[in-house]
């Protein structure tokens, strides 16, 4: 007994950091003042005192790690710690701490601490404090995600891209909903939780279908462009230069004949060998001519039996009709 006292004398002694002076139950009831006076930086003040890690934790945590006859000496001293000042917050009070400095943080603008603050709350509190730092950080990434959808919808700045605020954008609205579906685990009958759920599921898909109409834009406005410059394509050929334009071919510098001049050289033009030579011409010989006079005299009975035929033969068809 008497050794654990003088290392609790020790521990007075050589630890003589200010702190909060006062116990405990007296810092929480200063605290609780200050908050309902709105007095949000001397919250954050007596908070950061409070969370201070006390003497007798800090010298607890190295008694515990060393082990053997410290260890007890530790489980020794646990009793006596509230009575001599000397005290360990409890994890439940120590997430109720920071949740307090959070919403002092916040009240002054400071919204990356009070994040910071909401997710030691989150992580080791209670089920209460954890709710209440879950809901705090919906809040905050909900006002996140709304700064980035109006970003979205207004005139691009010169160095953004549209694609890269868009995706900002999606990503914020993917972290609320994260936030919630947490929310919703350790309380399914949260009304709010699911409706500011299916909310942001909605604002996705506004996101989803804004982002598709863009890229139809795009994509016809690139056809537009195409097509233009097609079209300046044949005037661009037609606004050459002139001296380029009358340089033609050899084939066509030919120069244009007379139609006079084709038709002396059709005339010219070396006959068919099937059309008759004029030095071919001869007159017939005796037995060609007495061969071509019996062929006329045949040809001419031949002719008249022919006609007696058609005579006869109209004369039978009247005498029978009659």
Known sequence: MMLTWCMTVALLVNDPAPRWDGTLQQGLDELTRRIQAQDSARVVELADALLQPDRY??????????????????????????????????????????????????????AAE?????????????????????????????????????RVDAPPEPDAKP?????????????????????????????????????VQRRLEELKRLE???????????????????????????????????????????????????????????????APKPEDARPLTKEEAQQLLDRLQDLDKKGEQLRQSLIKARREKVDKDW
Request: glycine share 4%; charged share 30%.
């Open 57 to 110: 934790s800090v010298a607890r945590s190295q008694w515990l790690a060393a082990g053997g006859w410290r260890a007890e000496t530790a489980g020794v001293v646990d009793p006596y710690a509230d009575r001599l000042g000397l005290r360990e917050l409890a994890p439940r009070l120590v997430s109720q701490l920071h949740l307090a400095r959070a919403d002092a943080l916040v009240t002054l603008g400071r």
């Open 114 to 150: 009070a994040r910071a603050a909401y997710e030691l709350a989150r992580a080791d509190g209670a089920a209460q404090e954890r709710l209440a730092a879950i809901d705090a950080l919906v809040d905050l990434d909900m006002v996140v995600a709304e700064e980035a959808r109006k």
């Open 163 to 199: 694609a890269e605020l868009m995706a900002a954008a999606r990503k914020a609205y993917v972290d609320v909903r994260l936030r919630l579906i947490e929310r919703l685990r350790l309380d399914p009958s949260d009304a709010d939780a699911r409706a500011d759920a299916e909310w």
């Open 212 to 274: 598709e109409e863009r890229k139809q834009q795009q994509n016809q406005q690139q056809k537009s462009d195409q097509q233009k410059q097609d079209e300046q394509k044949p005037n661009e050929q037609n606004q050459q230069d002139p001296n380029q334009q009358q340089e033609q071919k050899p084939d066509e510098q030919k120069p244009q004949q007379d139609p006079q001049q084709d038709a002396q050289q059709d005339q010219q033009q070396p006959q068919s060998k099937d």
